[in-house]
């Protein structure tokens, strides 16, 4: 039984994945299935997170995966603003500075509609340039 300590010390319940865990979880399936080898998941640093860092041959995949069920604002890909874009091209500048050498890279964007891709799931790849 996964069990956690609250603050008190008192064991709490684990709590289900978030829709965006679960949107990750599934993106990363999915991108496995198509070949690509998953390298990590949810790369933190100061500059920035990736989602998913895959590689796909011999050229390096930093992708983002983005969940919205409305699309009042664009839907997902119009939340790749450019700000966003600048914080994923640190953080993979951050990445690729940890490396002995550097591959060949490009920016890739999983889009759903739901976490578990039954309403629609678009792979952009080049979503954007560096």
Request: proline share 5%; charged share 25%.
């Amino acid at each position: 039984m996964n069990t956690r300590k609250g603050h008190d010390g008192h064991p709490t319940a684990a709590r289900p994945p978030s829709r965006g865990a679960q949107a990750e979880q599934f993106a990363a399936r999915l991108l496995q299935q198509r070949g690509l080898t998953l390298l990590q998941q949810n790369y933190r640093c100061r500059q920035g997170e990736i989602d998913l860092i895959l590689q796909d041959g011999d050229t390096l995949v930093f992708a983002e995966v983005r969940l919205r069920s409305r699309s009042d604002f664009g839907g997902a890909a119009a939340s790749i603003d450019r700000n966003k874009q600048q914080r994923l091209i640190r953080a993979a500048r951050h990445y690729l500075s940890t490396l002995p050498r550097i591959p060949p890279c490009r920016f890739d964007a999983v889009l759903l509609q739901e976490p578990d891709g039954s309403s629609g799931v678009e792979w952009v790849r080049n979503a954007f340039e560096a």
